[in-house]
């Protein structure tokens, strides 16, 4: 066994002899310089640490597919679920928010909004975008509902269009609050 630790230790010793000390510190410096920059690009995207994704729940079951999805995502320090209002926080200073949001849709196969912090696009967008800018809408419709099956499918039915951000049922009433950016006339096909 000592000529086998002996050999081992001149092997060391050559690989050392090869790669001088100043070769090691400028690869070392290169890596941490890489990794900073990585780290200020995830920064700029995500300057406070906290992304809001609007995802439709309505049970449990749904909040929990999301926190086994997004449990051990790189980034991710806490996950904080709100069911009633359909969204979902999460917490982490290193966290993509766009990347989170890929994941999110991919795993649990569900229509994710990305509600802040709201993603960089093209400049051609940014122009298009700022000649109009929506404003948010809250409407109220008078639907029949008998059961709690009926609301639910109404929920699920308006929050899967595009710009819906809360839906709130009253059975009581028969009445449905929808609120968001989107085209009131496209609320009229929900039955």
């Not at 051990?72 to 320090?77: A, L």
């Not at 994710?112 to 809408?137: D, N, R, Y």
């Not at 595009?162 to 009131?184: A, I, L, Y």
């Amino acid at each position: 066994m000592r000529k086998r630790e002996s050999k081992n230790k001149q092997r060391q010793a050559g690989e050392q002899s090869e790669n001088p000390p100043e070769q090691n510190n400028e690869e070392n410096n290169a890596e941490n310089a890489n990794e900073e920059n990585n780290e200020e690009n995830k920064n700029t995207q995500n300057p406070k640490g906290v992304i809001v994704l609007g995802v439709y729940m309505h049970c449990q079951g749904c909040a929990n597919k999301v926190v086994k999805c997004l449990g051990g995502f790189d980034g991710v320090e806490e996950i904080e679920i709100d069911v009633k209002n359909h969204k979902v926080t999460v917490k982490g200073k290193n966290a993509d928010p766009t990347k989170v949001a890929e994941r999110l849709r991919k795993k649990i196969h569900k229509h994710v909004e990305l509600i802040s912090p709201i993603p960089k696009a093209k400049k051609e967008e940014k122009k298009e975008a700022k000649k109009e800018e929506p404003k948010v809408v809250e409407v109220l419709l008078k639907i029949y509902m008998h059961c709690e099956n009926c609301e639910r499918e109404i929920k699920h039915c308006i929050h899967k269009m595009k710009g819906v951000q809360t839906v709130e049922t009253d059975m009581g009433k028969s009445q449905v609050t929808v609120r968001g950016v989107f085209d009131t006339k496209k609320l009229g096909g929900v039955h």
